[in-house]
């Protein structure tokens, strides 16, 4: 399967969502950040500038969010956006519940609440 492919069963998996709170968790590095997100609306940047990381394509996940801090205290994710870079982008299992994803920098893992 191409990673064009496995970007449109996320987009579409995504689109099934939306509305709904979507539990995200993310493992990059030694580094996992857990997410809840209301999904309002799924939009795709590509990539702009090769030489930028902030401008890789991604899967830009539009709605409210909060996640926990170094303090341990739930604070709003920024911009009311969740990116997931699609560069290297495969599914490593995918359900009506969740689904796994991969790519070269992080690992994640995005189920209904």
């Known amino acids: 399967m191409t990673e064009q492919n496995d970007i449109k069963q996320v987009q579409e998996w995504l689109n099934r969502y939306i509305g709904t709170t979507l539990i995200i968790e993310k493992q990059e590095l030694d580094d996992t950040d857990i997410v809840h997100f209301t999904l309002s609306s799924i939009d795709e940047r590509s990539q702009d500038n090769e030489v930028d990381d902030y401008?890789?394509?991604?899967?830009?996940?539009?709605?409210?969010?909060?996640?926990?801090?170094?303090?341990?205290?739930?604070?709003?994710?920024?911009?009311?956006?969740?990116?997931?870079?699609?560069?290297?982008?495969?599914?490593?299992?995918?359900?009506?519940?969740?689904?796994?994803?991969?790519?070269?920098?992080a690992t994640y893992k995005l189920s209904a609440k």
Do not use: K
């Not at 890789?56 to 801090?69: F, I, K, V």
């Not at 920024?78 to 997931?84: K, L, R, S």
């Open 55 to 105: 401008l890789e394509s991604a899967l830009l996940l539009r709605g409210e969010g909060r996640t926990q801090n170094a303090e341990g205290e739930s604070v709003p994710v920024p911009g009311d956006m969740y990116e997931i870079i699609t560069h290297d982008l495969r599914i490593d299992e995918m359900n009506n519940e969740h689904v796994h994803l991969n790519t070269e920098r």
